[in-house]
């Protein structure tokens, strides 16, 4: 009898443990999971900047004439960009090659970057860089990307939630 009255209190401390477990798992998939997506957001934000950076340049080398300062600003938000991707530590074989892809398409970036200053040097047309950038606006590609990329986000919460909520039954 004494042994019957401990089943109880046994089968609580299984389902205590159970459900700790569960927990644990819980906030390990969900950690998992963000951090993933983390990165994967944080290199998607950086190609959506060289891309606005790329056009930026382009529509600086299309003026009549291009400013010195303008060009710097677009150097500077480049080497940027560079310093944050150095930075950025990836786990998974798509999220690397994602980082080597745009770790080159900055690299040579930059060096159409100089290679402008150089050419706008050369010309001694210095000037101020506000008239170009306050003209800038992304192309519409851009901008639906950037729509596409605040969408993921609420995306992935969704389903991230989802997953889990289904992962508790």
């Known amino acids: 009898s ?12 299984a389902r205590e443990r159970s459900m700790a477990a569960a927990s644990h798992a819980e906030q390990a998939l969900r950690r998992e999971r963000e951090e993933k997506h983390e990165q994967t957001m944080a290199l998607f934000g950086l190609h959506l900047g060289a891309q606005a950076e790329q056009e930026r340049l382009d529509l600086i080398l299309a003026a009549r004439r291009p400013r010195a300062d303008a060009i710097r600003n677009v150097a500077t938000n480049v080497q940027a960009m560079q310093t944050q991707l150095s930075g950025l530590t990836v786990t998974g074989s798509d999220n690397r090659r994602s980082q080597g892809i ?19 040097r050369s010309t001694l047309q210095a000037g101020r ?10 192309s519409q590609k851009i901008l639906e990307a950037q729509e596409l990329f605040a969408e993921q986000k609420r995306r992935f919460r969704v389903a991230l939630e989802k ?3 289904e992962s508790r039954v």
């Open 2 to 13: 004494a042994v019957v009255g401990g089943i109880p209190e046994a089968v609580d401390a």
């Open 102 to 120: 745009l770790s080159n398409t900055l690299g040579s970036l930059k060096a159409r970057v100089e290679k402008a200053e150089k050419e706008c």
């Open 129 to 138: 860089a506000t008239d170009e950038d306050a003209k800038f606006k992304p």
């Open 163 to 165: 997953e889990i909520e």
